[in-house]
């Protein structure tokens, strides 16, 4: 009796092996783009109709095939790309099983136009479930056009289980993305049902990601940029304030191929632990470098899987690049902003030992007679801090704890030791970016400031030039929470007063006024079209309200201002225009002692 194992027929066996390739029309999608990726094109265009099932279209103007080329490219096993196992070792092409047309000529109908340059004609091939049914020279533009049509219609069981054409399109438009963002050098453009919904011309890496994540994504991203002599890294990560709740817009290339790998993606979200809220993920866009032989790219049929060598480094290195540059862009400190406690008011110390004489010019003029920078002097504060006291220690008479990680300097700035450097905040600047913003989102939301009735209220009397302007304004100061009315020449009656209006438990409204006029004239003076009027008057209420120079402030205090500034979407500048914050890195901080 003869045996019951068989070998299959050829063409059986490779729509067996197609099931792996081409499991869905996308697969077809990306192995052909990447085939155009690899023949060296610099323009491709990807016509889809009816989400591939009935013609999924690519033409290239890549280097084309030759007659004999064209026909073998069809034959299982059949590519130019690799000729023995040492080159498994140092892949550099997308494709290099071979399998990929073998597989698509076996479940579809084909059309296939090629030339290379220096041919006066092509080749067309016609191929129907694996067997060429025709050949012919042709008349045909340089590069490669081929026509991928009912795909599956010899294999009914897997035609059944497509999805809807909405469902596999998106498939497609993410393949069509993915290739597309990691070849911003070649133009693409993507056709649905014969209409063009996508035109994407050669241009930079970044105009590539802002293309593809939308404009809005200007303001939201930060660049990595790291080449170390194992692993280049390179690419943008979203800002903390704008992770999202799904894992969408994760793209990580490996030598421009798309990978996934959990670990890898873990290496970056870990660098966000603690600056963003749990279950939120970060959005990036990450291209990583590295030898190919230090690589495994073999490991599966769609090539999206990828060994590393020294895993380890990868990941360590991913990790700190990531960190750092969340870091140098200044966007948040290593401090783990969970734990911190929010006190629902940070403003109303009535500890208040100095008023606003000015604590910090005095200081900063017995640092330096000579002119240089702000940020020079600061620099040189820290300097002699460092010698006088331990970073950990907090300042002399403060109310603080040695274990505290936040202390005061000159009773002007919060400084805070980080992980990643030292942090140092300007108390009064951030204040007032913080008071600003709470007005402008009680604008937003059309809520009122809550004020507070005076119980005697008070008469205030102000100048002629400023009555018309506290007239203009009245509207604006009491959506702001004031309360007041005209009670004839230059006089007004104050009723009630915003909660935070007064530093110090003073009640002196008309100074309170007077201040907040001045800096609202000075505003409207100085141009400022960047405000609207109400604006202006807030960017006024929350100069006249900050914290000022000179006042001792609580740890609670310090650790509020530092947690509320940093969820500030504008978190490095006043509305006043001045930078609230600075990070000084390990670096800068040994280069400062060393100078
Ligand atoms: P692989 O890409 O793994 O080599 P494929 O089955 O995808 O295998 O392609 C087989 C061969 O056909 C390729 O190695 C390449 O030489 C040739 N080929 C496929 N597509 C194109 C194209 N668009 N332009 C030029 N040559 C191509
Ligand atoms: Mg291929």
Redo the contacts with the bound molecule.
Sequence with gaps: MSGIIKILPEHIANQIAAGEVVTRPASAVK??L???I??G?TEIQLYIEDAGKTLIH?I?N????GEE?AK???IPH?????TNADDLQHIS???????????IASVAQIELK?RRDDDELGTQIEIDGGNIKSTQPIATPK??N?SVKNIYFNTPARRKFLLSDDAEFRYIEDTFTKISLAHPEVSFSLYKNNCNILFLPIETQYARIIKIFGNNFQQRLVRIDENLSDVSIHGYICKPGYVTKRRNKQYLFVNKRIIKHAGLNYAIESAFTGLIPEKNYPIYCIFIGIDTSAIDVNIHPSKTEIRFNNEKLVYGTLQAVVKHSIGIHQLSPSLDFNTFQLPHKYSNSSDFSKTSSDFREAYLRSVSEIHRTEMDILQKDIESLQSELPLHEPQLGSPMKEDDNVFQIVQSYIAAPLSSGFLLLDQHAASERILFDEYCAKKKSSEKTPSRRLLFPQSITVSSSQVETLKDIQPDLEFLGWDFSWIGDNSFMINAMPENAARDGEEDAQKIIEDILDVYVQRLMSGGHDMSGRDKVAAAMAKRSAVKYGEKLHKEEMLSIIARIFSSAEPHISPSGQKTFRIISPHELSQLLLS
């Excluded at 890549?62 to 095939?65: D, L, R, S, V």
């Excluded at 092409?93 to 597989?103: K, P």
């Design positions: 192995e052909l990447e085939n155009a690899d023949a094109a690519v290239d890549g280097t084309g095939m080329d073998t490219a069809f059949a590519t130019s790309k690799i092409t997308m494709g290099f099983r071979g399998e990929a047309l073998a597989s090629t590069g490669t081929i």
